[in-house]
Structure formats: structure tokens, C-alpha cells
């Protein structure tokens, strides 16, 4: 299959300045913490480290601040999986990479899981925007995952099953347990003993519990 037409983290970040990226770093944080409504631009001035003019003087004001940060992050996320996804030869691959990249990116992210998860919370206008953007450019990972089930389910590697509710379903399970971390580690002594080794074992976990609740019973 052709390579994906995202470019990678590194690519990205250096599409801005450095001054640029210690405020996106620093919106981040704040924006994860406080939410769109309650970050200040002092406080983020602060957080990176330069005065209050010349935040204003790169961005002239929050929402501004606020859709480039997120659009930065959405990007981010999107080039994380890289062209893997779109090669992977099969749908078991296909769902490996899925779930790894997605675990991965917010496991070595959380300031971005905490953003998108408040931008949810505060109506998904940011968020709804990008995703139907990127839908229409045909490399976004949650599509690309979709087109894979239909493929798979046309072809007879998996059972006849919605592709959009089977994306649902494999994104909440690779997130839940990062929102719920706290949850997590009171019912699960691994996840509260080392959470490095629950996360590698969930990434397996789902694997199995997802791929063989999928696969013809003849398969499983």
C-alpha cells in the first residue's frame, strides 16, 4: 500500500519556531489542567517562560492559542501511527498496530489524552472540525481503521460486524484505563504495583479479547 502522507512528529514540530513550540508545550499543560475556559494567558506566559506581550504578539488571544495547540496535538497524534497502519498486510496486524500506537501515544502523552478528553467534556467543536478534515483526507488512523474492518469483513478474515461501532469499541477500551487510572489500580493489583508491565499486558490483553470476538468461530 502507499505510504501515509503524515508527516512525522519530529517534521512537525520543526514546521514551527522554538519559540512557538516551548508555548505549545507550555498551552498544553495548562490547557490539560485547567480546560479552555479556565487556563489564563498569564499562566501560560508564565509556563513558558517569555511575558505576557509576547504571547500575545504569536497569538492574539486564547482561542487562537487554543485551536493552533490542538490542531498541533491532533497532527501529533495522527503521525504517531506513521505508514504502519496502512501497510499492515492483514487485519490481526491491522488491530496490533491499532491498538499499540494508540496506547503508546497517550500513554507517553497524557497532557494530550487530558486535552482531548476536555475538549469532549467542553462539546467536541475543535475536535469534530479536524476529524472531518481528516476523515476527508483519507489518512487519519481512525479511518483507515475502518476501511481495514470493511476489508476484512468483505473478504472473510472477520465476522460481519459494524465498522464503526468496532472503532468505538477498540478506541474506548485503549483509553479507559488511562481515564480511569485511579479505578484501575484499586481493582487491579498489577496496574497498581507497576504500571509500566499492566500497560504492555493490557496491550496484549486487548489484542486477544478484541481479535477473537471478531474472527469466524471457526478461527477463534
Excluded at 506566559?45 to 488571544?61: E, Q, S, T, V
Aim: glycine share 6%; proline share 3%; aromatic share 10%.
Amino acid at each position: 500500500m502507499a505510504d501515509s502522507n503524515l508527516p512525522s512528529d519530529a517534521d512537525l514540530r520543526a514546521e514551527y519556531s522554538e519559540t512557538e513550540r516551548q508555548i505549545f508545550d507550555a498551552a498544553l499543560r495548562v490547557f490539560a489542567r485547567k480546560g479552555r475556559a479556565g487556563a489564563r494567558m498569564q499562566e501560560i506566559a508564565d509556563a513558558a517562560d517569555i511575558n505576557k506581550a509576547m504571547l500575545h504578539y504569536y497569538f492574539r488571544n486564547k482561542e487562537t492559542l487554543y485551536g493552533e495547540v490542538f490542531a498541533f496535538t491532533m497532527r501529533r497524534f495522527m503521525a504517531s501511527f506513521g505508514a504502519s497502519l496502512k501497510e499492515a498486510p492483514t487485519f490481526a496486524e491491522t488491530l496490533r498496530v491499532f491498538i499499540d500506537g494508540y496506547v503508546e501515544f497517550v500513554r507517553t502523552n497524557q497532557d494530550a489524552m487530558r486535552l482531548m478528553v476536555n475538549e469532549n467534556l467542553a462539546g467536541g467543536t475543535h475536535l469534530g472540525e479536524h476529524l472531518k478534515r481528516l476523515k476527508a483526507s483519507g489518512d487519519a488512523p481512525p479511518q483507515i481503521f475502518v476501511e481495514k474492518v470493511e476489508a476484512a469483513v468483505a473478504s472473510g478474515e472477520i465476522r460481519a460486524v459494524d465498522p464503526d461501532h468496532t472503532l468505538v469499541s477498540v478506541i474506548s477500551t485503549c483509553i479507559f484505563f488511562f481515564v480511569m487510572r485511579p479505578t484501575v489500580q484499586t481493582i487491579h493489583a498489577e496496574a497498581a504495583s507497576d504500571w509500566g508491565e499492566f500497560v504492555e499486558a493490557r496491550k496484549e490483553h486487548l489484542f486477544d479479547l478484541l481479535y477473537h470476538g471478531l474472527v469466524p468461530d471457526a478461527d477463534a
